[in-house]
């Protein structure tokens, strides 16, 4: 009796052994877990330049976010386009896309990319905040529709032009971190210039042309920091069609020559590519 108990012990813990293994395989249990912030997320996510953005747990492609986050600043109920140190300001920040699930990240930061002012929460709406940034409260947009707000309150000196870095996740509501959008975007507010968005393309001096022959991107841009980059091509409804990551970029001038698929239909698409959290978006028509 003894033996048959032994045996029904070391079969229960190689049972369980075997199923612990299974699930972490699957991304279910210890250090692998697919995390899921539906009530928010702390750490740097917001696409400023020491931060990542919301791909790193999400493995859909990244966007170009001009035209879809819609960020305004507020006092009083009357919107304003250049801050007063100290004053207290309502942030809106609403987005284009119609995702039953959504998130979000933003920072204010200065041009010494330090976190510029303060942050804090408005009551009955849909942010939080963790990390000194701005996050969503609640995933789904039920509740929340497609607008979060807080309240910034300007640094105490002027600062110059601060920058709201944002990024907006698109999710496909499929359980899983599969097949998601993400979008960021660049906004700047300051004492004279009021709101703009950032030009990549005078930061860098870049140029990025099109060959219909070849079917390849030429892209040249200088860089003072190493720098990861990839691409993203869209059709005009916004779906994903291609997605490379193209490694580093050199200190100094960078000539990339980027091959596209063969198999892309006729029509027109849109180009984002990204240095870092940085992105040039740019239209292209294809025919074969």
Not at 179 to 184: H, M
Request: aromatic share 10%; charged share 10%; hydrophobic share 35%.
């Amino acid at each position: 009796m003894k033996y048959r108990n032994y045996s029904l012990v070391i079969f229960l813990i190689a049972f369980t052994f075997i199923s612990f293994i299974k699930e972490n395989k699957k991304g279910v249990i210890g250090k692998h877990t697919k995390q899921h912030y539906p009530s928010g997320v702390s750490g740097g996510f917001a696409g400023a330049p020491s931060d990542q953005n919301c791909t790193v747990c999400h493995s859909g492609s990244t966007q170009s976010g001009a035209g879809v986050n819609l960020l305004a600043l507020s006092q009083n109920g009357n919107n304003v386009t250049s801050y007063v140190p100290g004053e207290v300001y309502t942030v809106s920040l609403t987005t284009s896309q119609s995702n039953s699930v959504r998130g979000f990240q933003a920072v204010a930061m200065n041009s010494l990319n330090q976190i510029s002012g303060s942050i804090a929460v408005l009551s009955n709406e849909c942010a939080k905040v963790l990390s000194g940034r701005a996050t969503h409260n609640q995933s789904t947009s039920s509740s929340c529709g497609s607008e979060w707000k807080w309240e910034w309150t300007a640094p105490s000196t002027d600062e110059g032009q601060v920058t709201f870095y944002v990024s907006t996740l698109a999710a496909n509501g499929n359980g899983s971190t599969s097949g998601d959008q993400v979008y960021l975007s660049q906004h700047v507010v300051g004492n004279t210039l009021g709101f703009s968005e950032t030009s990549i393309e005078d930061r860098y001096d870049f140029r990025l042309g099109y060959n219909q022959e070849s079917n390849n991107l030429a892209v040249n841009f200088d860089a003072l920091l190493v720098q990861n980059l990839h691409i993203n091509l869209t059709d005009i409804t916004g779906k994903s069609v291609y997605n490379y990551r193209l490694g580093n970029s050199f200190i100094g001038e960078n000539s990339l020559s980027i091959s596209l698929p063969n198999d892309l239909k006729n029509g027109m698409y849109i180009v984002n590519f990204f240095i870092h959290n940085n992105v040039l978006t740019k239209k292209i028509y294809i025919q074969n």
